[in-house]
């Protein structure tokens, strides 16, 4: 069993870096509206974290990814490169905030809309964050970290939706992806378990279609290839003692 275990005080490092990304996502969510482009909100969210925040948009080059924020519009899955794309009335959006602040990380995503969006759209993103919630409810000091996936997978099956299984979610600390990585679908290859000190996200991609993916032009943004709607929600979460803490949570997020 390798060390997954953070001390003291890195845990509080990366629960500032968490405030932090979660801050971000309640600031922008008043200027995601109609006739607006996925660069302006990237560069909203930019400004911010440097200017206000004083931390590092750790998107940013990350293996060369181009800006500081992921903004994934309609079927696109996630990874999605900001550009001169203008949204409009109907749209689903995940921004995906990626924090570093004093060398710790914080990585936290939830889905916006805009004007009137469809029942399927609506359901979609309440079951995605349904799974993302109902997987976190199961975690516990000594639990299986194979639940997660179970619990995320039995809930997106009774609504039909797929499961993007290519990405998942992972330890975090010092670097923005480590040990453990977490399946979001049944599984036994997490055999490891749930310690008291670990901290990683979890961050369900489900999709109304076949679950099969593509990647753009650009290179990185993913696409489901059936051009379906995907929706993703993410957040950080420390094991504690007794049960878990949402590192990540937001001002007005009700946690059900
Ligand atoms: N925030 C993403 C995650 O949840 C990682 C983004 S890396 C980027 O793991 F390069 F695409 F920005
Ligand atoms: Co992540
Ligand atoms: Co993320």
């Not at 979609?124 to 349904?130: A, F, R």
């Not at 979610?169 to 399946?183: F, S």
């Amino acid at each position: 069993m390798k060390n997954y275990i953070k001390k003291k005080i890195e845990i509080n490092k990366i629960k500032n870096a968490c405030n932090l990304a979660a801050k971000v996502l309640e600031m922008i969510e008043e200027h995601i509206i109609d006739g607006v482009t996925t660069n302006h909100i990237n560069n909203i969210c930019h400004k911010y974290i440097t200017n206000e925040l004083k931390a590092y948009p750790a998107s940013l080059n990350y293996n060369g990814f181009p800006k500081s924020v992921c903004i994934s519009v309609n079927e696109e899955v996630c990874h999605g490169i900001p550009n001169e794309k203008i949204l409009k009335n109907g749209d689903i959006i995940n921004i995906d905030v990626t924090i570093m602040k004093n060398g710790y990380y914080g990585d936290t995503s939830k889905m916006f809309t805009i004007g009137n969006i469809s029942n399927e759209a609506k359901n979609l993103i309440k079951i995605t964050q349904e799974c993302l919630y109902n997987a976190v409810k199961k975690i516990k000091h000594n639990e299986n970290l194979s639940i997660i996936g179970k619990t995320i997978e039995s809930h997106a099956e009774k609504y039909n939706y797929k499961i993007i299984k290519e990405y998942c979610g992972h330890g975090i600390g010092k670097n923005l992806h480590e040990d453990p990585y977490i399946l979001h679908y049944k599984n036994d290859k997490n055999k490891i378990k749930i310690y008291t000190g670990m901290i990683f996200t979890i961050e369900p991609i489900l999709t109304t279609g076949d679950g099969k993916t593509i990647l753009s032009k650009d290179g990185w943004t993913v696409l489901t290839q059936d051009k379906s709607l995907s929706a993703q929600w993410e957040h950080t979460i420390l094991v504690t003692e007794n049960s878990y803490e949402i590192l990540t949570l937001r001002k007005n997020e009700f946690f059900y």
